[in-house]
RNA sequence: GGAGAGGUGGCUGAGUGGUCGAAAGCGCCGGAUUGCUAAUCCGGUGUACGAGUCAAUUGUACCGAGAGUUCGAAUCUCUUCCUCUCCUCCA
């Protein structure tokens, strides 16, 4: 949620930052100001109304204890006629306030500066490139077939016990995962990351935290009985620990990770996306999760960037990095990097992980802030989070790319966690 | 699932219709003082949204949430959420 302070400072300069989503945003921001000014007005009217009350209630009590009734009864009727005033005006406060708060939580997140302008995945900025593709000569299969024939992964009885995109993980299959899950969060606590154990579904005020209600209740699994939802990523519960805080500015940065499954009800999602472990309802992921002061926001989001690449170097996975564009960007970060592994057997780019800055805007909706030593005031803090890393695609990769006529090759890192070199019938 | 108790400021905890944004203590911040990591004393110490020469200041709201009774609600009523205790059940 953006801020109002902001857009009433500076509405054309939000505008602006709005069309590099490819969004005409002035109609929603001029609409959002009037609604505005409307309420402010119509406040400052009901909240004098209310003084008023508040005096003549005042005076009646004070009447009442000299004894005074026939003077007191004669404020009462004017308390009276202030009160049915005022009845109508706050419900009309009351409507204008929601009107005007679902105009501004409508609005997505203003892209940084350096966020191209774009449509789609196609205008996205490649930063950097690391490691080149294998040759993996002939006979080489995509992954979905190697998990078959090593007997990694159960997919057909995943089917069985719940549904498409709940693979079943066996064997060397299932050890990898978990190799992979403890790498990751001994490289992130090794960073300076605190490790938490989250809840695994979130109630709705934490689904609006971190801006996934309202408006993509569509994508999570939803338990109505309880009215909760199963978490798409640890970002939610992990992120929702500050909400409505105000956390000293000396404790800052906070740095979290977490591993958690993932639910995503990936709705319309079909074709090749959806082969093998490409796109899951139920996956596995690390994620790391920063609480900064807005003038580091982005330093640290640097530092997050530089550690998950450092994560699939030590994988020796062949990857890159892009810079969203605005078209691409989700609806609250500011400024996003995605990784891509290059996929060998494939040969298609996959998204590992997506670091984003989302300044205040989730902040905001959370009223996470930290308490500023130079003016002892609350001030919204900036969050920030990223995969480190997502893992089916990391095990596509690295099945796909280290596979051989003698089986699939583990990466070094990983031995002491797998507990095997190589993965073999 | 059954029965009961309760939700007050950073914490503990008073407060059953008006002088309560809320006692007191603790904590924290500033200061004073005693010949020194303590003690004592004084003062200050919530948040949100408005108004404002956006500074001093000031208005309103907030005692889990929502609605109601009343001139007036932390205090009474209703609804709801949550917590705790006991029983039941259970990894």
Redesign the pocket.
Known sequence: MLQ??TIRQDAEGVIAALAKRNLDARPAVEALLAL?EQ??HL??E???Q??E??????A??QL??EGKAGE?DA??AE??AI?ERLTQLAADL?ALEEQERAQLVALPNTPHASVPAGKSAEDNEVVRTWGSAPDLGEGHVPHWELTEKYKLIDFERGVKITGAGFPVYTGQGARLQRALIQFFLDRNTAAGYLEVQPPHFINEASGFGTGQLPDKEGQMYHMTE?NLFAIPTAEVPVTNLLRDE?VPEADLPIKMTAYSPCFRREAGSYGKDVRGLNRLHQFDKVEIVCVEHPRKSYDRLEEMVAHVAGLLEDLGLHYRILRLCGGDMGFTSALTYDFEVWSAAQERWLEVSSVSNFETFQANRL?L?Y?STEDQ??HLAHTLNGSALALPRVVAALLENNQGPDGIAIPEVLRSYTGFDRITA
């Open positions: 109002l302070t505005n309420r402010r406040q400052a009901t909240e004098n209310q003084a009350a508040n005096r003549l209630a005042k009646i009590g009442f204890r007191a404020l009462k308390s009276a009160k009351h309880d105000i009223m802030r308490r005031k609350p």
